[in-house]
């Protein structure tokens, strides 16, 4: 499988974390070479 077809995860950050769910952002490298945040 070539993994080019998928965003690179660069970094992770935890922004809330209760019992039912949690609120991550995570910074990654599209495989356009593009740099974006996402909420997850």
Avoid at 9 to 22: A, H, P, T
Wanted: overall charge positive; charged content about 30%.
């Amino acid at each position: 499988m070539d993994n080019k077809l998928f965003p690179e995860r660069l970094d992770r950050n935890k922004v809330y974390e209760c019992g039912i769910f949690s609120l991550y952002t995570d910074k990654v490298k599209l495989p356009s070479g593009y740099m974006t945040t996402l909420m997850i």
